[in-house]
């Protein structure tokens, strides 16, 4: 039997490309997007592939929770969390509503669609789940001279990062593996919707971000980051990550006790 794989945000970009890499590799596809006449012409294109098209808007109650029965009920082997909003601006011109939708996009869509899918893929023994975050997830202690400022956006991508890595400590020893992808710049529609101009800036194919992700499934990497040559730069942060969590204490840091 085929494998089944479902990649949300499979219209364009980063998940059209994992959905075009999982069909040639023989799955079969359940492929969600916000435009249907999208889906439409990616099944046109793959007339030899099983795909299935949904038509969900994550940013939705009702979209989140049609994705989630689907998740709960489909015996996935492959689930990838690609769906995003940019919406880069400073959270005190990012207006209430983009705020929530990037929230529900990137933090409550992905929260529930996992939490349907780890489940039945435990129970089965094998299954996969790959998260799409970003380099930003770590910009977090960078200055003002680093533009756009998009606080919400970054710390979404950080809230996947460490969820996935926590879910992966989970889903250890139950054929569950949990990655999570850290794309840079990628050549994709993604910041010319919104009026970005990336063109003289260095980009990265959105088929070599699939190639590299994938890869560092194989590899056993939890976070992937197909930009950085040397891996033991994300290995330092994870440990200094660590060692901040460990030398917490009861006592009140010395450096607070001190009056002014």
């Given at each position: 039997?085929?494998?089944?794989?479902?990649?949300?945000?499979?219209?364009?970009g980063?998940?059209?490309?994992?959905?075009?890499?999982?069909?040639?590799?023989?799955?079969?596809?359940?492929?969600?997007?916000?435009?249907?006449?999208?889906?439409?012409?990616?099944?046109?294109?793959?007339?030899?592939?099983?795909?299935?098209?949904?038509?969900?808007?994550?940013?939705?109650?009702?979209?989140?929770?049609?994705?989630?029965?689907?998740?709960?009920?489909?015996?996935?082997?492959?689930?990838?969390?690609?769906?995003?909003?940019?919406?880069?601006?400073?959270?005190?011109?990012?207006?209430?509503?983009?705020?929530?939708?990037?929230?529900?996009?990137?933090?409550?869509?992905?929260?529930?669609?996992?939490?349907?899918?780890?489940?039945?893929?435990?129970?089965?023994?094998?299954?996969?789940?790959?998260?799409?975050?970003?380099?930003?997830?770590?910009s977090?202690?960078?200055?003002?001279?680093?533009?756009?400022?998009?606080?919400?956006y970054?710390?979404?991508?950080?809230?996947?990062?460490?969820?996935t890595?926590?879910?992966?400590?989970?889903?250890?020893?139950?054929?569950?593996?949990?990655?999570?992808?850290?794309?840079?710049?990628?050549?994709?529609?993604?910041?010319?919707?919104?009026?970005?101009?990336?063109?003289?800036?260095?980009?990265?194919?959105?088929?070599?971000?699939?190639?590299?992700?994938?890869?560092?499934?194989?590899?056993?990497?939890?976070?992937?980051?197909?930009?950085?040559?040397?891996?033991?730069?994300?290995?330092?942060?994870?440990?200094?990550?660590?060692?901040?969590?460990?030398?917490?204490?009861?006592?009140?840091?010395?450096?607070?006790?001190n009056?002014?």
């Amino acid at each position: 039997m085929s494998k089944l794989a479902l990649v949300t945000g499979a219209t364009s970009g980063i998940g059209k490309a994992f959905a075009e890499r999982f069909a040639a590799d023989g799955y079969d596809l359940i492929i969600v997007g916000r435009r249907q006449e999208r889906l439409q012409e990616f099944v046109s294109a793959h007339p030899d592939a099983g795909v299935r098209t949904v038509t969900a808007d994550l940013s939705t109650t009702e979209g989140i929770h049609t994705l989630a029965e689907i998740c709960a009920t489909e015996p996935l082997d492959m689930l990838v969390n690609n769906a995003g909003v940019s919406h880069y601006m400073p959270l005190a011109d990012l207006p209430a509503d983009k705020a929530q939708e990037l929230v529900n996009v990137k933090v409550l869509a992905p929260t529930q669609l996992m939490r349907a899918a780890v489940g039945p893929m435990q129970q089965r023994g094998t299954g996969t789940i790959l998260n799409v975050a970003g380099m930003i997830a770590f910009s977090g202690p960078a200055d003002k001279s680093v533009m756009p400022r998009r606080a919400v956006y970054a710390g979404t991508l950080a809230y996947l990062v460490a969820m996935t890595q926590t879910l992966a400590t989970e889903a250890e020893d139950s054929g569950v593996t949990v990655g999570v992808v850290c794309p840079g710049v990628v050549a994709t529609e993604f910041h010319s919707s919104q009026g970005l101009d990336m063109s003289s800036v260095p980009r990265m194919s959105a088929e070599d971000l699939v190639a590299g992700a994938l890869r560092g499934l194989e590899l056993g990497e939890t976070v992937i980051a197909p930009g950085v040559e040397d891996y033991q730069l994300l290995q330092d942060v994870f440990t200094a990550d660590l060692a901040a969590f460990g030398g917490q204490s009861p006592a009140l840091a010395t450096r607070y006790t001190n009056s002014y």
